[in-house]
C-alpha cells in the first residue's frame, strides 16, 4: 500500500487530512514534528511527505530541505503563510507543491493523486544503454557507471544525466532544463537548476558539465572524444 506520512502539529488538520488520505486508500503516518520525520525516514521512509511549515523545533524548511539533499519523494507542503515569497522559497527548497491553509481536505487528495501520477513511470522505454566518454548509462535499469564506478543518483539527478548523455554539446537554457527535467507545471525559479547542476559535479568527479555564462549549461566532448 502506498504510504504518506503528514507532519503536522495540529491535531484537528491531523484527524482530518489522516481521515481522508486513509479513505482515498493511501497509508497514514501522523507525525508531531520533523524529528519524528527524520526517525520515519531512517526506518521506513514513506512514498510521499505532507509538510507543515510551522512546526515545534525543526521547520517544515528546514526539514523539507534535507529530504531533498538525499531523495526526490514527492513533497506537499502546507502553511498559513500565504505569501508568494514563502511559496517560492518552499518549492526552491524542494516541494512539489504548496496549499495554503485554511485548505479543502478533498483539493489536498486531489493533488496527491496528482503528484502521484506524474512522477510514477508510464511505461518501458526499452532504451538501450549509452556511453559517452566515461559515462556508461543503463536507462531501462537506471543505473548509471562513471569511470568504472556506479554512482547512486535521485530522480532528478538521473533525469538531466540522461538528458546531457543523449545531446552532447548542446547548450540547454535553464528555462528548457527546468521544463524537461522537473516539468511543465513546476514554479520555482531556475535556482533549481544550479543546485542540482553542482551536485552532479560533486558525484561524478571531473565530468565535462561546462557552464554556458548567461544561458546554462552543456556537456562538453571534444571532437574525435568517445
Known sequence: MTSIAVVEDDPNIQRIVSAYLEKSGYEVNVLDDAEQGMNLWKTNPPDMWILDIMLPG???YDFCKKIREKSDVPIIIISA???E??????LELGGDDYLTKPFSPGELVARVKRLFKRVQPTSQSNEAEIQ????MIYPDERRVFWKGQEVELTTKEFGMTLLFAKHPNRAFS????LQRVWGDDYVGSDRAVDDLVKRLRKKFTDIPL????GYGYRFKVEEGST
Open 85 to 90: 515569497v514563502d511559496k517560492i522559497l518552499g
Open 174 to 177: 535553464r528555462e528548457e532544463l
Open 58 to 60: 525543526m521547520d517544515g
Open 132 to 135: 559517452v566518454l566515461d559515462l
Open 210 to 213: 561546462e557552464t554556458v555564462w
Open 81 to 83: 503563510k500565504d505569501e
